[in-house]
């Protein structure tokens, strides 16, 4: 029987005009990652996607395993990156299970894709080494591009998911206040929440201007202290009570 998650390996083959977008948020986030992860060892990753972070992750973790539940994407990673060295374990999120604990946990752009985020969330707790650190990441509404668009008339709905939303197997967007309502919801308080990419225009403007590597950092780093109008979201958790 057909994997319905197949269906979306389009999305992370490299094909897309977003690809411009997923590129700078793929690096970044796993950047300030690992400035927060200072001294751990091991990290879970969930889910491929274009593949981009599992790389990043790689050379700053002595173990990295990942854990997707798509055979189609499982090919395209190891088609287009043939030399990692990461763990994939085949698995649903839901069902996933082991008796190993990690230093690092990181939702990567996944709580948009599952049917319960909630659920997740409370279901990875168990994996997490003592002292250990949790993130993630997810897409925002509400960034700087869509609320200009909206204000302008143009986007009536900004929960509205696009096109390529769908390609990708997005559920939902986010908010700053939707993410905090389901990180109490799963028993969890946030350590840290900032920004990521602090994106002014749509894609095909951003690409027209043809920006330096030195701006594409800078809204970067401005995005840190604007979370609610920045295109990701990133948040640390700690269990409620700690």
Request: proline share 4%.
């Amino acid at each position: 029987m057909e994997n319905i998650l197949d269906n979306h390996v389009q999305a992370y083959q490299g094909l897309s005009i977003y690809d411009f977008d997923n590129l700078i948020q793929l690096k970044w986030y796993p950047e300030r990652i690992v400035q927060f992860s200072a001294g751990a060892s091991s990290l879970l990753e969930l889910g491929l996607g274009h593949g981009i972070t599992a790389g990043v992750f790689e050379q700053h973790f002595k173990r990295h395993v990942v854990i997707d539940a798509s055979p189609a994407v499982i090919k395209n990673f190891r088609e287009r990156f043939p030399d990692s060295k990461i763990e994939i374990a085949e698995s649903y999120f839901e069902t996933f299970d082991t008796p190993e604990r990690f230093d690092v946990i990181v939702f990567g752009y996944i709580l948009e894709h599952v049917d319960d985020p909630v659920r997740i969330l409370k279901h990875f707790r168990t994996y997490l080494a003592p002292g250990g650190r949790m993130f993630v990441t997810v897409p925002n509404a509400e960034v700087l591009n869509r609320k200009l668009g909206h204000l302008a008339g143009l986007l009536p709905d900004m929960q509205q998911l696009s096109e390529h939303d769908l390609l990708l197997g997005h559920k939902r967007y986010y908010t700053v206040e939707s993410l905090r309502k389901d990180i109490r919801e799963a028993g969890y308080t946030i350590k840290r929440l900032e920004g990521i990419y602090l994106k002014p225009l749509t894609t095909s403007q951003m690409i027209s201007l043809n920006l330096g590597e030195n701006i594409i950092r800078a809204l970067c780093l401005a995005a840190i202290d604007y979370p609610e109008l920045s295109c990701g979201i990133l948040a640390e958790l700690e269990l409620s009570g700690n």
